[in-house]
């Protein structure tokens, strides 16, 4: 198989979403590791000719195939990709990191967790990337790759000194996967910091805290992992032609 051929028909959206080279790769998947690993080493590169183009598309496509094979070796490169000052990721990936992000962390470390925290801890990284590193963590627990306590344990060092005391989006991620998990272990945390301005309340309040702990709490801790919100990525090809519909762009 010439990889380098068939990365052409993904390289750029053409228009219509490339679900046979795709699969190729797949099948292949032994052949196309290393060459999806050097993709990602490109981006890291920050060589501008990753971004030559706005329909570049090859380092998501690279970045989701390795997420379905659960590379490891992949983990270390994609989260120093992502935790970088500046937009240079948002750059090349576009908004994939929104729904997505913390499932393919969450898919490459394969429960390793220590380098998600240090995404999550590092203050010069984007907010929305540090929330994707606890979203992963999360994931982990639905999967059965960490335990609940393993993970109330560390959201409760977040919470007194792990995480920088001002307002962001990593606050409200934090907050919001406790509520999920239900958080009776740390509900002061979450009074304290909710209380102390840390959180946008418009987008998570005590009331929706106080409302969950209203549930029954062996009832609401099965809810969580009856869920399918946090998820591995398992079929790259029928989730992102569901998610483009075959014809979008990023």
């Known amino acids: 198989m010439d990889f380098q051929k068939l990365s052409t028909k ?6 219509a979403f490339p679900e046979e080279a795709l699969i190729e790769s797949i099948q292949n998947r032994e052949a196309v590791i290393p060459e ?5 080493d490109e981006a890291r590169a920050e060589s501008r000719s990753v971004i030559e183009r706005e329909d570049y598309m090859l380092c998501i496509y690279a970045i989701y195939l390795l997420a379905q094979f659960r590379e490891v070796q992949a983990y270390p490169a994609i989260v120093d990709f992502f935790s970088r000052p500046g937009n240079r990721a948002l750059e090349v990936v576009g908004d994939m990191y929104i729904e997505d992000l913390g499932r393919i962390l969450a898919s ?7 380098l998600l925290q240090q ?3 590092n203050p010069e990284a984007q907010e929305l990337l540090r929330s ?3 979203e992963a963590l999360m994931v982990l627990v639905r999967v059965g790759e960490k ?3 393993e993970i109330i344990n560390y959201f409760e060092a977040l919470f007194r000194g792990k995480l920088e005391r001002r307002k962001s989006l990593v606050w409200v991620s934090l907050v919001t996967c406790c509520v ?3 958080p009776d272990e740390l509900l002061t945390e979450i009074e ?4 102390a301005g840390l959180v946008d309340e418009s987008l998570v309040d005590l009331e929706k805290v106080y409302d969950v702990m209203l549930l029954d709490k062996n009832q609401a801790r099965e809810k969580f992992f009856e869920s399918t919100q946090y998820t591995l990525i398992e079929d790259v090809v029928r989730e992102m032609a569901e998610g483009t519909g075959s014809s979008e762009t990023r």
């Open 180 to 182: 999920d998990l239900y």
């Open 10 to 15: 993904f390289r750029h959206f053409e228009g």
């Open 132 to 134: 994707a590193g606890i």
């Open 192 to 195: 304290t910091a909710i209380e």
């Open 147 to 149: 335990t609940r306590d």
């Open 119 to 121: 995404l999550i801890e």
């Open 36 to 40: 999806l690993l050097k993709i990602i």
């Open 108 to 114: 490459v470390s394969c429960g390793d967790i220590s």
